[in-house]
């Protein structure tokens, strides 16, 4: 049984996305553009991780700034939990905020990156967080909440503490206590 054509067209950009021309990986965006799936996101979030191009860092950016295609959110979360990523992370976070991708089931993972994160993946986490719109599961609401808690209680008096003091309120928001 042979391939259909649109699988070759997609196993081809996926394929191209590795090339070491440039001008083929260009290529293999705007085809990624025009005939993507979901297929071909973890696929693009490695290629912006890994690219030294500029043009080709900025077209996958604007690309993954406005992913829409169903489940979306299970690939940015796995990529953002990948520690091969911690470069690129802030990013990813960044990515589902402006993609509108809502990883309402993972919050407790994103409440782990706030905590071990930096300063800018904290802010992302809290804007995340506020702009989701479906309802969280509570265990997750008071987990997470719980282990904000005892961060700042052993946590110094600095900048991340204050944010992640923001996040908790965010969490109290959601979690209504």
Known sequence: MSDSPRKKAID???SDFFSTDE????HALQRCREEGNR????PLIALYARTDSQAVRQEAADMLNSVKVDQAEEVFMDAALNPDLLGVRRDILSFMWN???QPVGWLTDLT???LTGTLEEVI???TLVESMDDEFPEEQVM???QQVRLYLAQAPADEKSKLLAA????LGQLGQF
């Open 12 to 14: 081809q950009i996926r």
């Open 23 to 26: 001008h083929v990986v260009i």
């Open 124 to 126: 992302e986490c809290i």
């Open 167 to 170: 996040y908790l309120g965010v």
């Open 143 to 145: 987990d997470s909440a």
């Open 99 to 101: 993609s509108g991708v």
């Open 112 to 114: 782990n990156i706030a």
């Open 39 to 42: 297929s071909l996101l973890e």
